[in-house]
């Protein structure tokens, strides 16, 4: 039988996804932090999209003449000890910070989201899984991570997106939870549940759907800090392998010649700051828009 | 909270059980003959069932027991104890300017909301919540160790080896890179809090009755303010334990922090599980504080 959407209705996903977008967009033009986020986001997807093709060298290529020079005119952000391009290696690095953030993001969504909902939504599985969430918690960051990769062994891509993700899965999970908590109890929720809607139905049609705006807040906030971990991992030598271009590896590998040549470390913390500042004021605004009660729950 | 307890160490234990390869064989080399991994093995209770190990170790924990390092041979508390002193310093000094910038700043912010002073503090946070404090440590070392050779730019000795005070300034640096970037948050809490303490009637009544604006900002707004704020301090806590595993890495300080990250690239897992675990003893200590602190410092609250 067909369900019956006027009693219920509030919105299909993509009506919910386009509402959330378009009151996202009316706010930001107004506050002009918001809008000169946008724009740093958008010039970090532009070197994503055409970094390879306007990067001066090759991020890889040796040149032992030119090894530690100043930025100069040949080389914009100068030369590691090497003889490597920073301004292509930070251009190249950005791919890669860009491609683990989001992986990272989806896939703290992939677990924490079903986990919360069906957390907040029966009341035992909740009591329990909630334990022991709270208890992944009790770790600090960057603890958590460093045993996981431990655990997964040699670093690498993926090890770093699993770690990372698996940290930042918990968070998810209580934001998902509360929020579920809430929903559950408002009324278009009991009259899908007096129509006879299957329990399945309700989680996927009528509550999932209305977190959408929380989810996305809290994945920017992911997606923050995420990054920030995985440069402090491979500035420790355990995230992304030192054969790719990175901004933590770069700064690692700069160490050496922090009083020499302090523009090796200079530039690719410098993309990681504005980066890691972009999604913060992005995932403020939002916040504040979307659902000024979320400030209390994130 | 003692379920808590139990609880973190049950986590710890089960990660370290999916730790590819056995310790023993580690331990041994490529070199061992099966006899000997066999016999290491029994020494250490690792031929057991895996519960009857738990139940082991959740016994020897409780006596103070967390192992031996593979590579060190060493008692992990040991380890740790030797390298307590810097990062308990450091968690200070940090803790010191994460208190002395973010509560100053948010009250001043929160006197006058959208002055420049408001701004300024909220263009800080910012950059605070932003800037990774390792980068931040190596640029404030280049210029105030390096540059301007005022402060020693990395290691440090312990104080109570030596009884030479004049060590903390090896310190200086990296607390200001660490509590820095943790100030912000304390920041814009204490800025939100005061704010909607300052609209209430008992401000205008102290006011009314003449009060000085500094008793009335302090002894009135100020602790009734102070909840949130000190829940945001004690959650820093967790980020400071995070920030120093890096921070003590830059600074090359013997702590805590440097040893777990020592302890990963060697795969020394006895040390790696010996640190997640009384850090996070600590974390659900620290809670379990900031709870009772709520009661000392607001009368209305009642534990019972």
Redesign the interface.
């Given at each position: 039988m067909q369900q019956p959407r006027s009693a219920v209705d509030h919105g299909t996903f993509m009506e919910n996804f386009r509402r959330i977008g378009k009151a996202f967009g009316s706010f930001a033009t107004r506050r002009r932090p918001t809008l000169i986020a946008l724009a740093m986001l958008f010039s970090l997807l532009v070197i994503v999209a055409v970094g390879p093709i306007v990067s001066p060298y090759d991020p890889d290529a040796l040149s032992v003449m030119d090894r530690l020079q100043p930025p100069n005119s040949k080389h914009l952000f100068g030369t590691d000890h090497f003889g490597r391009d920073i301004l292509s290696r930070t251009l190249s690095g950005t791919r890669v910070t860009l491609l683990l953030g989001l992986s990272i993001s989806l896939f703290s969504i992939a677990a924490g989201l079903p986990l919360g909902v069906v957390c907040g939504y029966y009341d035992r599985v909740g009591l329990v899984v909630m334990?022991?969430v709270?208890?992944?918690m009790?770790?600090?960051?960057?603890?958590?991570a460093?045993?996981?990769?431990?655990?997964f062994?040699k670093p690498g891509i993926v090890n770093v997106i699993l770690a990372v993700g698996i940290v930042w899965v918990p968070r998810m999970v209580r934001v998902v939870y509360s929020a579920t908590l809430s929903i559950r109890e408002t009324t278009f929720i009991e009259a899908a549940r007096a129509l006879g809607v299957s329990p399945r139905r309700i989680l996927i049609r009528h509550v999932t759907v209305n977190l959408l705006s929380p989810v996305i807040v809290q994945a920017t906030f992911t997606f923050?800090f995420s990054i920030?971990e995985v440069?402090?991992l491979s500035?420790?030598?355990?995230g992304v392998p030192p054969n790719v271009a990175s901004w933590g590896g770069m700064?690692n590998e700069g160490?050496m010649y922090?009083?020499r040549a302090?523009w090796i470390?200079?530039f690719p913390?410098l993309f990681?700051?504005?980066s890691?500042?972009s999604f913060?004021?992005i995932g403020d605004a939002m916040r504040d828009q979307l659902d000024p009660k979320l400030r209390e729950v994130m | 909270m003692l379920v808590?307890v139990l609880?973190?160490i049950s986590?710890t234990f089960l990660?370290?059980q999916?730790?590819?390869g056995d310790p023993a064989s580690v331990l041994l080399g490529a070199n061992a003959t099966y006899e000997q991994i066999a016999e290491l093995k029994a020494t250490w209770g690792l031929d057991r069932s895996m519960f009857t190990q738990f139940l082991k170790y959740i016994s020897n924990f409780f006596r103070g027991d967390l192992g031996r390092s593979l590579f060190y041979q060493d008692p992990v508390l040991q380890m740790l104890g030797a390298r307590a002193e810097t990062s308990i310093l450091l968690g200070l000094g940090s803790l010191i300017v994460v208190v002395g910038i973010g509560i100053p700043g948010g009250i001043l912010a929160a006197l006058r909301p959208r002055s420049w002073v408001d701004n300024f503090f909220l263009l800080v946070a910012?950059?605070g919540?932003?800037?990774?404090s390792?980068?931040l440590g190596?640029?404030l070392?280049?210029v105030f160790a390096?540059?301007l050779g005022w402060l020693p730019s990395s290691g440090f000795t312990s104080i109570l080896e030596t009884g030479n005070l004049g060590n903390l300034s090896s310190l200086v640096l990296p607390s200001l890179s660490l509590g820095f970037v943790n100030a912000a948050l304390v920041a814009r809490t204490a800025r939100s809090s005061m704010l909607d303490v300052m609209q209430a009637d008992y401000i205008t009544t102290a006011r009314a009755k003449g009060l000085r604006e500094r008793v009335v900002t302090i002894k009135h707004a100020l602790r009734n303010a102070s909840i949130p704020i000190i829940t945001v301090v004690s959650f820093t806590f967790?980020?400071l334990?995070?920030g120093a595993?890096?921070t003590e890495?830059?600074f090359a300080l013997p702590g805590i922090g440097s040893l777990?990250?020592q302890s990963?690239?060697k795969?020394d897992?006895p040390v790696?599980q010996g640190?997640?675990m009384i850090?996070?003893v600590l974390?659900?200590f620290i809670n379990f504080a900031t709870d009772l602190t709520y009661a000392l410092v607001d009368p209305r609250i009642r534990y019972r």
């Open positions: 334990r022991g709270d208890t992944m009790a770790f600090p960051a960057i603890i958590l460093l045993a996981l990769m431990t655990i062994g923050a920030m440069a402090a500035f420790l030598g355990v700064m160490r922090l009083t302090s470390i200079l913390g990681l700051a504005l890691v500042l913060n004021l | 808590s609880l973190v986590v990660l370290m999916l730790i590819p910012l950059a919540a932003s800037i990774p390792f980068w190596l640029m070392m280049n390096g540059k967790a980020a334990v995070s595993v890096v890495n830059v777990i990250v990963v690239l795969r897992y790696i640190i997640m850090v996070a974390y659900v």
